[in-house]
């Protein structure tokens, strides 16, 4: 008997230098999306892994950007990889306008426990830019602006690996109760090696929080973010 149940394929960028982590982490975020959704078939791939996005479209198929923002990737190189096979568009990863409660959250929760409860301190958002175009930078400002009125204690300030501001530059603005927050969906390189070194040569020596996409409840964003999806398609 066919498996009738609604596919989507979740996808990220990966890591070409080295795509199998990246790979098998995608995997363990799909899997704990297809328990909070047993009535789906929950699919993974990165673009970076060879054949592996392109092995799991199929038609109807409910995409689902693990991206920071609409820009090159999703807007230019998702729609050439996916070509003319029948298929749903979910809202990437970093523009779903239930991200930002999700991480203040995650920051209320780290400031209770450094014992900052109370008081003012920084965050940064270390976010990739592009050199392509303004949609990374404008997401991850956008980003910055909803997060605000939900951390009233907080300043926020924004850095880029790709682009002025640069990481290093935002992070020499820091004070001593600092936190910093890769805006990305994925952990790499950058967030592994370039935002450490960028905040070590603006003499911060605090390590960088986990990557967005790491965050608990993501699973359950995405989650939410796929049956809306699908609702809407019905509503049409």
């Not at 609604?6 to 890591?15: D, F, K, R, V, W």
């Not at 952990?187 to 390590?207: C, E, F, M, W």
């Amino acid at each position: 008997m066919p498996d009738t149940r609604p596919i989507a394929l979740i996808t990220a960028h990966g890591q070409p230098s080295d795509p199998n982590p990246p790979e098998a982490a995608l995997a363990r975020l799909a899997a704990q999306v297809q328990d909070l959704l047993p009535e789906w078939q929950i699919r993974s791939a990165t673009l970076s892994a060879p054949g592996r996005f392109k092995a799991e479209l199929t038609p109807g198929v409910i995409i689902y950007p693990f991206f920071m923002a609409r820009g090159w990737f999703v807007g230019k190189v998702l729609p050439r990889r996916i070509g003319d096979i029948p298929h749903q568009m979910a809202c990437p990863f970093g523009l779903d306008p239930a991200l930002p409660a999700l991480v203040a959250a995650a920051i209320d929760h780290e400031v209770a426990q450094r014992g900052w409860t109370g008081q003012d301190y920084d965050l940064l958002l270390a976010a990739h830019g592009s050199a392509r175009g303004p949609k990374a930078a404008e997401a991850a400002n956008n980003f910055a602006t909803a997060l605000r009125p939900l951390l009233p204690l907080a300043r926020i300030a924004t850095g880029f690996v790709e682009q002025a501001p640069t990481i290093e530059t935002a992070a020499r603005g820091l004070k001593d109760r600092a936190l910093c927050l890769p805006f990305f969906a994925q952990s790499g390189d950058h967030s592994r090696t370039d935002i450490p070194q960028s905040l070590t040569a603006a003499s911060v020596h605090d390590a960088p929080l986990q990557v967005t996409g790491a965050l608990p409840g993501t699973a359950a964003l995405i989650a939410q973010a796929l049956l809306s999806c699908r609702r809407t398609a019905e509503i049409r």
